[in-house]
């Protein structure tokens, strides 16, 4: 199972990589706004893991992927509205 795992990760990152590398500029801030959601609800995933977690090794793992997670969806909104303020015309 452990190596149905890796391979299944590798592959996902491979295939992300991929993705990501051939988006043009101007498709990346809607890019970014649906990452930071896919991100969201992984931060709702990892609350529920360790809050069900039964050792204490599963709990930090959860409380990491918490504020992992939560340092991505910030990011990445810094990040979107960065790029946002790109695209706003001046009032003068």
């Known amino acids: 199972m452990l190596m149905v795992s890796i391979t299944v990760f590798i592959l996902a990152a491979f295939v992300g990589f991929e993705i990501i590398t051939k988006v043009p500029p101007t498709l990346h801030t809607p890019l970014m706004s649906g ?6 609800i ?34 990445g909104f810094l990040v979107t509205d960065r790029m946002l303020e790109m695209f706003k015309r001046d009032p003068r």
Request: aromatic share 0%; charged share 5%; glycine share 16%.
């Open 35 to 40: 990452s930071n959601a896919i991100s969201g």
């Open 42 to 75: 992984t931060i709702v995933a990892a609350i529920i893991v360790s809050g069900r977690a039964e050792g204490g090794l599963a709990t930090v793992l959860g409380v990491v992927a918490v504020i992992l997670a939560t340092i991505n969806v910030v990011g």
